[in-house]
């Protein structure tokens, strides 16, 4: 369901409520977007509208330089390519296992992430062209991925660090950290040069620099898996995690808008809540 914008504590927007687990926050042309994975969706969150309906798990997306919309569909190892009239067609063949994240060059280049199975070692692979191809390996569960300026940023999960690849025309090269994490990255949002990080089990989004000096943290009163950062808002996408097999409290997904004026204050706490609101949101 959605929910109209309310103050929560003076201090943050609850913008949908009432969802199973949300994840993907993207920002695209003035807009926020989420997917809902319980549910198979890809949503509009100022209007609750359906965009697409994929049935995989995970089910992440982003945009193209042309303005159309891809999105990995893991249960049928492809990436598909949504047209402006709303159909989907295959843009790429990713082949067998789990496939997770997204995030897309300047150029058009497509970056996806996952692994064979899960508890194997991680791979990015490029799709240039409707060809796909390895270009790294032997990532800790890699999860949110963006990009600064010509290098791709991916956390791993598992190793509780972002690391860090230079883009060139050949693949991916001069793997480094960029920040060891006192915390578990899921989703990441670049920030300028900066980047925050959601937290599913430490109930925390964080704002950190290359190196790992945090910024700023805003707490929450349920698991963080991703967050879209603009110049005035931190969205975050939370829900109660429970485990692999049930992975959230049916009802439990929220999209909150925090404003950065709250962030910036040192230790912000800002906490979110489990009511659902009926929504007269236009």
């Known amino acids: 369901m959605s929910a109209r914008s309310v103050r929560i504590g003076g201090m943050n927007e609850l913008l949908l409520s009432g969802r199973g687990l949300l994840e993907s926050a993207r920002w695209h042309d003035g807009r926020l977007y989420v997917s809902d994975w319980s549910a198979s969706e890809i949503l509009d969150v100022a209007t609750n509208k359906v965009l697409a309906t994929v049935p995989s798990l995970p089910l992440c ?4 330089p042309d303005g159309d919309m891809v999105i990995v569909s893991s249960a049928e190892g492809k ?12 843009e ?18 497509v970056y996806v992430n996952g692994f064979r199975q899960f508890g194997e070692p991680g791979t990015i692979h490029r799709v240039r062209n409707g060809t796909t191809t390895p270009v790294a390996e032997n990532l800790a569960f890699p999860n949110g991925m963006a990009i600064i300026d010509g290098t791709l940023i991916v956390a791993e999960s598992y190793g509780q660090r972002l ?3 230079d883009i060139t025309d050949d693949g991916l090269t001069d793997q480094r950290t960029w920040a060891d994490l006192d ?3 899921d989703g990441i949002s ?3 040069d900066t980047i925050w990080y959601a937290d599913v089990p430490n109930k925390v989004c964080v704002h950190v620099a290359e190196g790992g000096e945090v910024l700023g943290r805003t707490e929450l009163d349920r698991g963080a898996f991703d967050c879209a950062v603009t110049d005035t808002t931190v969205y975050v996408v939370a829900a109660e995690w429970r485990s692999m097999t049930e992975p959230v409290a049916p009802g439990s997904g929220q999209v909150l808008g925090i404003p950065r004026s709250s962030v910036r204050s040192a230790g912000a706490s800002i906490r979110s809540t489990g009511r659902n609101v009926t929504s007269d949101r236009t």
């Open 61 to 64: 997306f982003d945009w193209l």
């Open 79 to 90: 990436l598909l390519r949504r047209q402006p009239d709303g159909t989907l067609g295959t």
């Open 92 to 109: 790429a063949t990713l082949g067998d296992g789990v496939w997770n994240d997204i995030t897309v060059a300047q150029n058009g280049d």
């Open 163 to 165: 690391t860090a690849f």
């Open 183 to 185: 915390g578990t990255p």
């Open 190 to 192: 670049a920030d300028n």
